[in-house]
């Protein structure tokens, strides 16, 4: 999750501002964390918000592997291994903004 920030493409996001959600399990190899997009910037840091735009549910592994380019958000998605709740519409743009 540190590596995010680094990631973040702000001319992808103008005028976004979000909560996303991240719950990683286990949680000693993930656990959870809130990265907030706002003002073309990206804060992460961990634990849990109380009302975000969008929650992923997913393990750490298979975070690991969607960073990496080992699976595709689609196929987590459609195989279970990845779970959304909240705002879909953001997270069709999560893969262009992170």
């Known amino acids: 999750m540190a590596e995010l920030p680094g990631r973040f493409d702000p ?8 909560v996303i959600q991240f719950e990683l399990s286990p949680e000693d190899e993930g656990g959870p964390y809130i990265v907030t997009i706002r003002d073309n910037s990206c804060v992460i840091e961990p634990g849990l918000h109380q009302s975000p735009s969008m929650t992923l549910k997913m393990t750490a592994r298979d975070y ?5 380019g080992k699976i595709s958000h689609q196929l987590a998605f459609m195989t279970g ?3 959304v ?3 879909l519409s953001l997270a069709t743009r999560l893969r262009d903004l992170l």
Do not use: F, S
Not at 11 to 18: C, F, Q, R, Y
Not at 64 to 68: E, H, I, N, Q
């Open 11 to 18: 001319e992808m996001a103008p005028g976004l501002n979000a």
């Open 81 to 83: 291994r990845l779970r």
């Open 85 to 87: 709740n909240g705002d």
């Open 64 to 68: 690991v592997d969607l960073a990496t």
